[in-house]
């Protein structure tokens, strides 16, 4: 048995250890929103937050895993819960396509934000080039994050 | 419009609940046509859109169409909502299911005519559709970039405006008013004189009543309250939050998972399996074999991969395991310079007499270009989840083609195509790949075997290994040049021809043109690569077309600027793209400013690329992109097209080498199949020109021109030229580069 704490909540999982984390989330636990690209972290599809840092699910062992807190797309918010603003800035700049790639650049642009609340674009090319995006939405992820920086400065003036 | 009556129909009825339904078809018509041998009974119809209108006024349309990223749904959604006079924040989508009365016989057509006009929608689905429909029968593609061109056009639009009509019929014998007086507008028909006014739905009952098929009349553009804005697309709240399903995503109850392995050379076959090392490996259930490849079905998928590596698989060889991709090139080589001795050049267009003017002129230019193959790489792996239960087979995964692949996988299980079911999902990328059942032949063979769900998914590197690739090719040019430096001789020579049949063409003005090919088969599959033989044949035309206008002296914008003066459109989407980059700006030392423009899939096409090249390597810093694709339904989805289009291209151009060694794909991941990452992407801007003309596609035109205009930027920041594809393999540190001289 492994514990892991996924999105706030304890899950005791019966898996072997060796497991990717990748395919316990998805399903061992059936959060199907983290995405398998490559299986070998160069594509950042499967991008989760293992205590708030940007981690690449498919090739971290679930045991490496246990009992520290991973953080999902699901995680991240929802028109119920609330939008975190780059899912906001996501949907005003009409970042995705297909999508496919989008839970695991999302995963990355917010833990990029968490740190750093005016990313230069250096800042971002560094941040953001372990994500592939096959549909080229590149230009408007980085529309979308500085959007979304801008969003935060300006909640920060107003708060 | 009398023939409308005919060769359309429109059923209405009131569903349970009160909804409204209404049924747009449009068929071949007049049985005593040479259509007639292609319908197969009365109720077969060409294309098929239903509306249904619910009781609390939300309106949903079932379009036969595949959204693998490109926004189809919001832009055909777009075009029935306005021509419905509905409210836009209470429009639906769906998909339509895998079901024959959706094979559409107009994406046929669209994609086998190519650049033909594609005008009123009656007279050319009618009389136009059928040149090559008997071998469309299967089809409900999406690809070819004709969503919007033939759905759209031909059926989404006449579906709104019919439907408005009855809807309006409907309330006016209910209110007892003539419908000239009645207006529409956000779901709503109002009586002004009256000051009544009801939502659409409350006409429900009356609407099913009516039997005579209205006359519809389509909008002008300047009628357009929807189509030509920039509205949010449908999908994308579900792809921030991760709720958006894709083929990838299906959970079915007791389901379990399969992992597979191909004979690695195409054509192999599988000789023997040793599955000892697995047998007792924890999850495993079943070795199955296939004959061309072995599966593993386990509890998780996992498992299934860790087993996949573990069993022993010996092959047959098909006589293909020596092959490198040096002797594919020999190969064309060879083709090309037997075609030419032996007189068998197959002809693709002769215009004039190339030979005589190449003689005649003062100065020739030479050179030959190649391209490698090319994988689809989708972020989405190929993958098929499929249930055989009580007789039937059930089957989810992300198609462009639900249909045929439905019919092979009833072939592959020898069901009977009646009891089978394809569910389409969200497509993690299509580019063409998702037109070949392949992964879904294999899940139904192993559905057929087991007494639970499965799904099957193909790894990263099978995907790579096993894609139906963009071909390899070589293209040879001659021209001549008069002593103005006008182009008098166009000589082309390329290997084998795919689709579409004009891709080779160029829109210059020149008199005398030779342009054939040599067929030259591989075992390398072939399959639709975003763009298909225009990917191959823009960076072909449009390299050559610089290295003349270099031979000539010329700018390279002024120099197509001048040669495309009997082609207008053209020459106004190169004039826009110029200006908007600042053609003829100075520009830093060592960067560089390249030009292109192509023609593809009805849409034209410029790009500027501004590149640096920085330690021998480009950086492409900025495209300007202009396109006229005769009307933007939806401007800001055409822009991302564009965006993604050239993305995709600058990826193949920079990086994009798929080669063969020892008869199977030497690349296997990302790793060694390189993609464009935020880092090396260029800004993008993208400059739409509403011609009016026939409408074109947007999800391809983008690809072609990238690489070319890159290369044309190379050679204009350090003067060397990029003949060979991709530029990865160049070291632009050389000053000598052999390339460098012209002619």
């Known amino acids: ?159 | 419009m009398g023939k409308w009556s005919r060769r359309a129909f429109v059923t209405t009825a009131v569903l349970a609940g009160g909804t409204l339904a209404i049924g747009i078809g449009i068929r071949p018509g007049d049985r005593r046509s040479k259509v007639a041998g292609l319908v197969a009974g009365e109720e077969e119809t060409i294309l098929n859109v239903w509306v249904k209108i619910s009781p609390d006024n939300t309106i949903t349309a079932i379009i036969p169409h595949a959204d693998m990223g490109q926004g189809v749904h919001t832009t055909l959604a777009m075009m029935l909502a306005d021509e419905l006079d509905a409210d836009w924040s209470a429009v639906r989508m769906l998909e339509a299911p895998a079901h024959e009365e959706y094979a559409n016989y107009a994406m046929a057509k669209g994609y086998t005519l190519g650049e033909k006009d594609f005008p009123s929608f009656l007279v050319d689905t009618v009389d136009g559709f059928f040149l090559k429909a008997t071998q469309f029968k299967d089809l409900q593609i999406t690809g070819g970039s004709t969503s919007v061109r033939t759905t759209g056009m031909v059926a989404m639009r006449v579906a709104g405006a019919a439907t408005r009509s009855i809807l309006k019929q409907a309330a006016a014998d209910a209110w007892q008013v003539p419908q000239e007086e009645l207006e529409t507008r956000n779901s709503y028909v109002y009586h002004m004189a009256s000051n009544r006014s009801a939502p659409y739905a409350s006409f429900a009952d009356q609407a099913a009543e009516l039997s005579i098929p209205p006359v519809p009349v389509l909008k002008s553009e300047k009628e357009f309250s929807i189509m030509g804005t920039d509205v949010q697309r449908l999908d994308v709240p579900s792809k921030v939050d991760g709720t958006a399903r894709f083929g990838i995503d299906v959970v079915l109850p007791g389901m379990k998972y399969a992992a597979v392995i191909a004979a690695p050379v195409f054509g192999d076959t599988v000789k023997s399996v040793d599955s000892t090392a697995v047998q007792n490996m924890r999850g495993v259930r079943k070795v199955i074999n296939f004959g061309d490849a072995v599966a593993i079905v386990a509890d998780g998928y996992w498992q299934a991969r860790q087993a996949i590596d573990k069993i022993v698989i010996e092959y047959e060889s098909s006589g293909n395991g020596d092959v490198e991709q040096s002797d594919i090139f020999d190969q064309f080589t060879a083709a090309m310079d037997s075609a030419n001795d032996d007189g068998d050049q197959q002809i693709d267009l002769e215009i004039g007499d190339a030979e005589a003017a190449l003689s005649a002129s003062k100065k020739i230019v030479e050179a030959e270009y190649r391209v490698p193959y090319l994988a689809h790489a989708t972020m989405e792996p190929m993958n098929c989840t499929a249930w055989v239960h009580d007789g039937e087979c059930e089957l989810w995964t992300g198609t462009q083609n639900p249909l045929a692949f439905a019919r092979k996988a009833a072939d592959a299980i020898d069901m009977d195509i009646a009891n089978v079911t394809l569910h389409n999902q969200l497509l993690g990328g299509g580019f063409g790949r998702r037109m070949f059942p392949d992964y879904t032949i294999q899940a139904a063979k192993i559905a057929a075997q087991v007494p639970y769900p499965v799904k099957l998914i193909w790894s990263r590197e099978e995907d790579m290994r096993h894609d139906h690739y963009r071909d390899a090719n070589i293209s040879r040019f001659k021209a001549g040049l008069d002593a103005a430096g006008n182009p008098t001789a166009w000589i082309n020579q390329y290997v084998e021809k795919h689709d579409p049949a004009e891709a080779p063409h160029i829109p210059y003005g020149i008199d005398n043109q030779f342009i054939h090919f040599a067929n030259s088969k591989t075992h390398v599959p072939w399959g639709n690569w975003r763009s298909v033989d225009h990917s191959l044949h823009g960076f072909f035309t449009e390299s050559f077309m610089d290295e003349l206008a270099i031979a000539a002296g010329k700018d390279p914008y002024e120099f197509r600027h001048d040669l495309l003066e009997k082609a207008p459109r053209f020459q106004a989407v190169l004039d826009l793209a110029a200006e908007k980059a600042g053609w003829g700006s100075p520009l830093p030392e060592n960067w560089g400013r390249g030009i292109a423009i192509h023609r593809s899939f009805g849409s034209i096409v410029a790009e500027v690329v501004e590149v640096e090249i920085k330690g021998g390597k480009p950086r492409a810093h900025r495209v300007v992109c202009a396109i006229d694709a005769g009307y933007a339904f939806h401007p800001d989805g055409m822009r991302a097209q564009m965006e993604s289009g050239i993305i995709y291209g600058l990826t193949a151009a920079l990086y994009g080498e798929i080669s063969i060694h020892r008869g199977s794909v030497a690349q296997s991941n990302f790793h060694d199949y390189q993609m464009v990452r935020m880092k090396e992407s260029p800004e993008i801007e993208t400059h739409i020109i509403n011609s009016g003309e026939s409408i074109g596609g947007a999800g391809e035109p983008g690809t072609p021109a990238i690489a070319p205009a890159l290369t044309n930027a190379i050679y204009d920041a350090i003067g060397i030229r990029i003949r060979e594809l991709p530029i990865k393999n160049h070291d632009l540190r050389l000053e000598d580069h052999e390339s460098k001289d012209v002619a």
């Open chain 1, 1 to 159: 048995m492994i514990t892991l704490t996924i999105n706030g909540e304890r899950h005791n999982l019966d898996v072997d250890p060796d497991t990717p984390l990748l395919w316990a989330i998805r399903e061992q636990m059936g959060l199907t929103g983290t995405k398998f690209g490559c299986g070998i972290a160069q594509c950042g599809a499967c991008t989760v937050h293992l205590n708030g840092s940007p981690i690449r699910s498919c090739v971290t062992p679930v045991q490496a895993a246990a009992n520290q807190n991973i953080t999902t797309i699901e995680g991240i918010g929802n028109a119920d819960t609330g939008l975190h603003v780059i899912q906001q800035a996501w949907i005003d700049e009409q970042v995705p396509q297909c999508g496919y790639c989008q839970s695991g650049q999302i995963m990355s642009a917010v833990a990029l934000l968490s740190e750093n609340q005016a990313p230069s674009d250096e800042d971002i090319d560094r941040a953001m080039s372990g994500n592939i995006c096959r549909c080229g939405t590149y230009p408007r992820i980085r529309k979308g994050i500085k959007r979304a920086a801008a969003m935060l400065t300006e909640e920060q003036s107003d708060g």
